[in-house]
């Protein structure tokens, strides 16, 4: 009889509901865990009160229409969830006075754009209908009843058959390329800004029909709560977690995944093993590079990453109930170029959390300046450690002194300031170069992503990954639908018929 026991590294999403499906399935699982709680990146932290929320800005698939949600179902989230949805997804305030919005609804987001740009009609028209192309696209749920599951396959089947070729298209244009086709230097810039520009433009396209249909709203509690959601999902379901529990080595005989190696040198057997923590970690110290070929080793030697972060979370005693609610915050244009952290900076963005009264005493906000970082400068400077913490502290106060050009007398009202580096991240979550998600889906590998990257490793047996880092573009959508694919794909092996329920 095959030992149905699973070992899984990581209880971030990928390793949560991967167990989750594991578990619905007979395979008996544990989760070992190198943080005290679940959810990987996507966490949050609390400071004097104030919750500084590390991840969640919108879900995709928060709509009960979409058929995404049905996964949420399954792994525990949407139960009880509440989710708000946005007018606004950025607004901009440019350095010559004018406020450019980026709204969620996209004829208002067309009215606007033509009014503010007049001379860029024909490639704000262009974006428009790049959105529009995307909003009759809705993948059917296997658990959808038969009926309805044919005719979403069917309407899936005509939007790509009409519209394939400009899907494709979009998936072959970067932000940078397209941003290019901008004369307001404003527009071109606030578009800069708000999207990767090494990303596929066929992704924000998408995010935008999301947003417009409603299936993109933010969930109430933030990040933090999904997590525990998802983690006592699975301990219901049977799975057992194990915190604090850091694998520093995949057990392997005869070319065999049987277990792994604890940082505290104790021993855990297994029948599989999954890892759905760093993709780097796992494939060039827990496994010592042994089972990477030349296409496994390709994404880490030449695909870009998400950049790192430098995050700075501010507690405010203020309501900041007249400033608009916005999916991805708002960006305003400073006096003067200043310093903050490894990089000059002539604007600042900021996410106010002012849609969420959990994250903060009453009348208070929370909110959060995230800004682009480099991995190298702050490993280099963590040299010295007083150094390091020097820097930090710098950069909190001048982050609160900025804040001042935007919401005079803010400093006076601060109460608690945090900032995060990316080696925080990479403690934390031990993402490689404290990356905040994985690769970056490019034109260069988005048709990897339309076709899967592999979940196995060449020679080696009974050993599966999940998560982003064999996901290009991440997200959480995409961990969870990594781990069920990944166990849809073990049932099969086995001679299951794959099972899911609702919590």
Not at 18 to 29: C, K, L
Not at 246 to 268: P, Q, T, Y
Not at 315 to 336: D, I, W, Y
Request: charged residues 25%.
């Amino acid at each position: 009889m095959k030992d149905n026991s699973v070992i899984i590294i990581g209880a971030g999403f990928a390793g949560l509901s991967a167990g989750i499906y594991a578990q619905m399935n007979g395979y008996r699982t544990q989760i070992f865990e190198m943080h005290n709680l679940p959810g990987g990146l996507c966490t949050a932290w609390k400071q004097k009160g104030y919750t500084i929320d590390g991840c969640i800005h919108w879900l995709m698939g928060s709509s009960p229409r979409s058929g995404i949600h049905r996964y949420w179902e399954e792994v525990g989230i949407a139960k009880g969830r509440e989710f708000v949805n946005m007018d606004e997804y950025m607004h901009y305030e440019g350095a010559d006075g004018r406020t450019l919005i980026f709204y969620t609804n996209v004829d208002r987001l067309e009215k606007h754009l033509l009014a503010f740009s007049p001379q860029d009609a024909m490639p704000i028209r262009d974006f428009i209908r790049g959105i529009r192309m995307c909003l009759d696209f809705d993948q059917p749920s296997e658990s959808d009843p038969l009926l309805k599951r044919l005719r979403k396959s069917i309407k899936l089947g005509l939007i790509l058959a009409t519209k394939g070729r400009e899907m494709r298209k979009w998936m072959n244009i970067s932000g940078t390329e397209f941003f290019m086709r901008f004369k307001d230097p404003v527009l071109r810039e606030a578009l800069r800004e708000m999207w990767l520009p090494e990303f596929s433009m066929f992704v924000m396209l998408f995010s935008f029909a999301h947003l417009h249909n409603g299936n993109g709203g933010y969930p109430i509690g933030g990040s933090l709560p999904m997590s525990l959601a998802l983690a006592k999902r699975y301990t219901r379901l049977g799975g057992v977690i194990h915190y604090d529990k850091r694998v520093k080595k995949i057990l392997v005989e005869k070319d065999s995944a049987v277990g792994v190696l604890l940082a505290d040198e104790s021993e855990h057997r297994s029948g599989q093993v999954i890892s759905a923590a760093d993709g780097y970690t796992t494939l060039f110290k827990m496994l010592e590079g042994k089972y990477a070929d030349e296409k496994t080793r390709e994404p880490y030697e030449k695909w870009p990453v998400f950049q790192p972060l430098l995050y700075v979370g501010i507690g405010v005693n203020r309501s900041f109930a007249r400033e608009p609610k916005t999916v991805s915050g708002m960006s305003f244009p400073l006096s003067k170029p200043t310093e903050i952290g490894y990089a000059v900076r002539d604007r600042l963005p900021i996410h106010i959390f002012n849609q969420d009264p959990t994250l903060a005493p009453a009348g208070k906000t929370s909110l959060v300046v995230m800004m682009p970082s480099s991995y190298e400068y702050w490993k280099e400077l963590a040299q010295d450690r007083e150094a390091y913490k020097e820097k930090k502290d710098r950069i909190a106060r001048t982050v609160v002194e900025l804040l001042n050009q935007r919401f005079p007398g803010i400093s006076q009202q601060v109460e608690m300031v945090d900032v995060a580096t990316p080696l925080t991240f990479e403690r934390y979550t031990g993402n490689w170069k404290g990356s905040f998600e994985g690769w970056l889906l490019t034109p260069q590998n988005a048709f990897t992503m339309m076709h899967r990257m592999r979940q196995t490793l060449p020679g080696l047996q009974n050993f599966y990954m999940c998560g982003h880092w064999v996901e290009p573009g991440g997200g959480l959508p995409t961990s969870v639908m990594s781990g069920r694919r990944l166990v849809k794909a073990l049932c099969k092996q086995d001679g299951k018929k794959f099972r899911t329920t609702v919590a």
